[in-house]
T-cell receptor, first 115, second 115 residues
Framework: SQTIHQWPATLVQPVGSPLSLECTVEGTSNPNLYWYRQAAGRGLQLLFYSVGIGQISSEVPQNLSASRPQDRQFILSSKKLLLSDSGFYLC??????????????FGPGTRLTVL | GNSVTQMEGPVTLSEEAFLTINCTYTATGYPSLFWYVQYPGEGLQLLLKATKADDKGSNKGFEATYRKETTSFHLEKGSVQVSDSAVYFCALSDQAEGGSEKLVFGKGTKLTVNP
């Protein structure tokens, strides 16, 4: 069966520091991968998605970036964090085009607090 | 673009009460519709889905019917339990670049069930 992991689970970082959040998927190949942010009291905002290695699409301009160095690894980064980057970051996967379905499966999330 | 509107919370019910959480959508074409549930401190879990008009999704006593004529996908449960306390998100599928799918979420409705 497929599983999705995120780490760290929680993170407290000062303003201006760098960020790296990691997401990995097991038990599937060539998945579509997604990063969402859930700010306090708000819904989910899609940040990035990827349909393959090195292919990243951005939904919202911001100081965050994403990379997909391996098929089942998706990384969210920032060079300098802002207070507004605080939130709950969720990674999700969906089967790729060969087994296309529109259902997404979410990881446990990373709670980021920027002070 | 496609969008989802769900009833604002919070919703507070007593155990064994009837639950309805309203969700309406705006979309071109015929998207799939979803309900996800988020328990405190966790990621999102797929609760149920429906892929075409008049389909009924069901799981764990929850039901929702895809109503094309009213563009709605209301979530219902006949008798809620304390363990149903969570945030519920309505979502629809949308086309992203490169042929992949993405999800558009409502803002979420927080449900609290008291014993």
């Amino acid at each position: 069966s497929q599983t999705i992991h995120q780490w760290p689970a929680t993170l407290v970082q000062p303003v201006g520091s760098p960020l790296s959040l990691e997401c990995t998927v097991e038990g599937t190949s060539n998945p579509n991968l997604y990063w969402y942010r859930q700010a306090a009291g708000r819904g989910l905002q899609l940040l990035f998605y990827s349909v393959g290695i090195g292919q990243i699409s951005s939904e919202v301009p911001q100081n965050l970036s994403a990379s997909r160095p391996q098929d089942r690894q998706f990384i969210l980064s920032s060079k300098k964090l802002l207070l507004s980057d605080s939130g709950f970051y969720l990674c999700a996967w969906a089967p790729g085009l060969a087994d296309s379905t529109d259902t997404q499966y979410f990881g446990p999330g990373t709670r980021l607090t920027v002070l | 673009g496609n969008s989802v509107t769900q009833m604002e919370g919070p919703v507070t019910l007593s155990e064994e009460a009837f639950l309805t959480i309203n969700c309406t959508y705006t979309a071109t074409g015929y998207p799939s519709l979803f309900w996800y549930v988020q328990y405190p401190g966790e990621g999102l879990q797929l609760l149920l889905k429906a892929t075409k008009a008049d389909d009924k999704g069901s799981n764990k006593g929850f039901e929702a019917t895809y109503r094309k004529e009213t563009t709605s996908f209301h979530l219902e449960k006949g008798s809620v339990q304390v363990s149903d306390s969570a945030v519920y998100f309505c979502a629809l599928s949308d086309q992203a670049e490169g042929g992949s799918e993405k999800l558009v979420f409502g803002k979420g409705t927080k449900l609290t069930v008291n014993p």
